[in-house]
């Protein structure tokens, strides 16, 4: 079955700063791969998703991730942070008929 | 457009009581999901409802856990007896139907505080 693991459970870079959150897969077959956040008590939105067409997926918010096959990988990157993406981020697979399954988690911080 | 509704947004329970939570989802959506969150980790896959139909609930403990879709609209989603463990908030997620297109769509959750 399909399955994702996030790297780091916390995150904490300054603002304007580079943030990476880190998402590796487990697959047998081309995977979906989905980047969720959730800010503070509210429910998850979708930041962006990967379906096998361009491998540089451009989301929500200035975020984007890209699929690499060979290193099993499906990272989240933004140039430059801003306090405003203070938040908890999942990264997801789908497995099946439309059945996610989420990773961790990774809680970002920004420091100023 | 209206978004998933959930109630109650918090309950507190003693060990052994029982709870009760509803969800209304986007209108039109087929498929709905329960989410269990417990503090510090990622949502885990209840059940899942196509229509009024149930897809997959592998992950229900139906000892304890039930759910029902009447009408293939809302939903409850009862806990009885509660365990300390099952503190954790639920989530409930909507869909336009079967398909790869991944967005579920949450509502806010339902936090359970079980003493």
């Known amino acids: 079955a399909q399955s994702v693991t996030q790297l780091g459970s916390h995150v904490s870079v300054s603002e304007g700063a580079l943030v990476l959150l880190r998402c590796n897969y487990s697959?047998?077959?081309?995977?979906?791969l989905f980047w969720y956040v959730q800010y503070p008590n509210q429910g998850l939105q979708l930041l962006l998703k990967?379906?096998?067409?361009?491998?540089l997926v451009k989301g929500i918010n200035g975020f984007e991730a890209e699929f690499k096959k060979s290193e099993t990988s499906f990272h989240l990157t933004k140039p430059s942070a801003h306090m405003s993406d203070a938040a908890e981020y999942f990264c997801a697979v789908l497995q099946g008929a439309q059945k996610l399954v989420f990773g961790q988690g990774t809680r970002l911080t920004i420091n100023p | 457009e209206a978004g998933v509704a959930q109630s109650p947004r918090y309950k507190i329970i003693e060990k052994r009581q029982s709870v009760a939570f509803w969800c209304n989802p986007i209108s039109g959506h087929a498929t709905l999901y329960w989410y269990q969150q417990i503090l510090g980790q990622g949502p885990k896959l209840l059940i899942q409802?196509?229509?009024?139909?149930?897809?997959?609930d592998s992950q229900l403990p139906k000892d304890r856990f039930s759910a029902e879709r009447l009408k293939g609209v809302d939903s409850t989603l009862k806990i009885q007896p509660a365990k300390l463990e099952d503190s954790a908030v639920y989530l409930c997620a909507s869909s336009q139907g079967l398909g790869r297109s991944g967005e579920l769509f949450f509502g806010e959750g339902s936090r359970l505080t079980v003493l």
């Open positions: 409802f196509q229509n009024n139909g149930v897809v997959d």
């Open positions: 990967y379906t096998s067409a361009a491998t």
């Open positions: 697959s047998s077959v081309p995977p979906y």
